[in-house]
């Protein structure tokens, strides 16, 4: 006979206040036995991950999500992600040099944006949080592009229409909100409903998912079947914050409750991220309503480079999952299968170091803006008083630069 429905179960009887008890999931920091539990709990991802490409690269099926995929695609994949990750151990560095502000680490979630990032058409929209640099290289925007945004001196160099990606979100989920509004438009315009339609696709962590903006995004997004695929990618952390603290169920699984429904893939599986990603897609554009997608992944490096991951994390997790490498996975797949040889990697390593030189010298060299910068792009159409208080400012501003020059204070 099964065990009683989990909702109808009586409530626990509570402890003997006298017993020693573990700290409740609410209480300021959890044991090290509650963490460990915790990942161990969900370190496979469970019986409903989608999995195409194992760890010790062998390609498995899957009967509803399976993928016809050829070997120069499979290359080009593999080629992403060392790119991205090379641009992005770059960045890290480069921050750590003081080039950069902050630097917001990709490092082991290379799988789950390139995936999601090829399975996007070039009329798909792409909202993301602010760690989506795989994304972006997917939607034509170079890494130099990006500087900017880290080095505080602009908030991203690209057309968010020209690219289909719209700029960094830095406020926790408000991207969502965004990404909702822009698919109902795509709904009300018509643009939706056959294999020509268009698509949006809104990117998040698992700590997202308790913001507000979040859960009201699905609410609007299923209420109106918005073409909207929302992506979480569930890296097991929100900041210091471990995934029992989010969630009393998986995060997939949220979907139901709003009407749509929801996938957990394997997110360090870049072959299982774009057969899934292809497919919600398919839905959406075809007006088929929401669908969510929990790439189930693994933040490799710190939350940012303001963050240490090492006070709250312990070390054999991290060398746990770096067993599971989404690269390694890809490169273990093609010479197993002969599909690639040497001269291909050495060409591929080569290519990542130029792009890193290139990128180092674009944010050494990197302009520091005029003062007048922050009166730019401010309104569509420039007011007469804000022309007015640039002018005043910006004499004000001459002044010091004369008194300076004559060498007083």
């Not at 995004?217 to 990618?233: K, R, T």
Request: with cysteine; net charge negative; aromatic share 10%.
């Amino acid at each position: 006979m099964s065990s009683p429905d989990f909702w109808t179960q009586p409530p626990a009887t509570p402890p003997d206040a006298s017993s020693e008890v573990a700290p409740a999931a609410t209480a300021a920091r959890p044991t090290a036995e509650q963490v460990i539990a915790g990942l161990r709990a969900t370190t496979e991802g469970g019986a409903d991950l989608v999995q195409l490409l194992t760890p010790e690269g062998e390609r498995v099926h899957h009967p509803e999500f399976d993928i016809d995929i050829s070997a120069e695609e499979i290359r080009g994949l593999y080629r992403d992600m060392v790119l991205v990750r090379r641009a992005d151990r770059e960045g890290n560095a480069l921050q750590r040099q003081g080039q950069l502000g902050i630097w917001v680490p990709l490092l082991g979630q290379e799988a789950a944006q390139i995936g999601a990032g090829r399975a996007l058409r070039p009329t798909d929209m792409a909202f993301p949080s602010y760690r989506e640099h795989g994304v972006a290289w997917c939607r034509g925007i170079d890494p130099t592009e990006m500087m900017g945004v880290w080095r505080g001196t602009d908030h991203g160099s690209w057309d968010p229409q020209e690219k289909r990606f719209h700029p960094y979100t830095i406020v926790i989920g408000n991207q969502c909100l965004n990404a909702a509004g822009y698919a109902m438009g795509q709904k009300f315009e018509g643009k939706v409903g056959d294999d020509d339609g268009e698509a949006t696709i809104c990117f998040f962590g698992d700590g997202a998912t308790s913001q507000g903006d979040v859960h009201e995004a699905m609410v609007w997004g299923a209420v109106y079947d918005a073409p909207l695929v929302f992506y979480c990618q569930n890296n097991q952390w929100a900041i210091s914050e471990p995934l029992e603290r989010q969630t009393r169920v998986p995060l997939y699984q949220r979907a139901l409750g709003y009407g749509f429904r929801g996938i957990r893939v394997d997110g360090n599986d870049v072959l299982a991220c774009l057969a899934v990603s292809r497919w919600a897609l398919g839905e959406a554009r075809h007006g088929n309503g929401p669908v969510l997608i929990e790439a189930f992944t693994y933040r490799m490096d710190s939350h940012t480079t303001s963050d240490d991951a090492t006070r709250y994390r312990h070390s054999d997790e991290l060398e746990a999952w770096k067993l599971k490498d989404p690269i390694e996975r890809v490169r273990v797949y093609l010479i197993k299968q002969q599909l690639a040889d040497q001269d291909f990697f050495d060409g591929v390593q080569a290519e990542a170091d130029e792009l890193a030189a290139r990128l180092r010298d674009y944010t050494m060299n990197l302009p520091d803006p005029g003062p007048e910068r922050i009166f730019s792009n401010v309104y569509a159409e420039e007011p007469a008083t804000l022309r007015s208080q640039r002018e005043e400012y910006l004499a004000y501003l001459s002044g010091f630069a004369d008194t300076t020059a004559g060498g007083g204070h």
